[in-house]
């Protein structure tokens, strides 16, 4: 089992910052591929970015960052230039296939979710 605590959201201005974080508890952290989703209201949950070869969402790409220290069994995403469009619940995950941690249904274990509001 892996647990996934997420932090950092909040209200922000569009064009703000916030960066969150992920803390992972249990099995052997750099074992797994981590990856951030987000899911507004009424949407499907969608991927976001992935620490394996740092991949990103189109929309993101450029504007988010993520990153991962190991040795804090942590993951963190960066984002810069908010939208009011990338407001949204997010969710930290983590899966043993890296080649599909940006796949909602390969995903084994998620967070509870942080929740991202963007004022225009």
């Known amino acids: 089992q892996v647990q996934l605590v997420e932090s950092g959201g909040g209200l922000v201005q569009a064009g703000g910052s916030l960066r969150l974080s992920c803390a992972a508890s249990?099995?052997?952290?750099?074992?797994?591929?981590m990856g951030w989703f987000r899911q507004a209201p009424g949407k499907e949950r969608e991927f976001v970015a992935a620490?394996?070869?740092?991949a990103y969402a189109a929309s993101v790409k450029g504007r988010f960052t993520i990153s991962r220290d190991n040795a804090k069994n942590t993951v963190y995403l960066q984002m810069n230039s908010l939208k009011p469009e990338d407001a949204a619940v997010y969710y930290c995950?983590?899966?043993?296939?890296?080649?599909?941690?940006?796949?909602?249904?390969?995903?084994?274990?998620w967070g509870q979710g942080t929740q991202v509001t963007v004022s225009s």
């Open positions: 995950a983590a899966t043993t296939n890296p080649a599909s941690v940006n796949i909602v249904t390969a995903i084994d274990y």
């Open positions: 249990g099995r052997t952290f750099s074992n797994y591929a």
């Open positions: 620490s394996i070869n740092t």
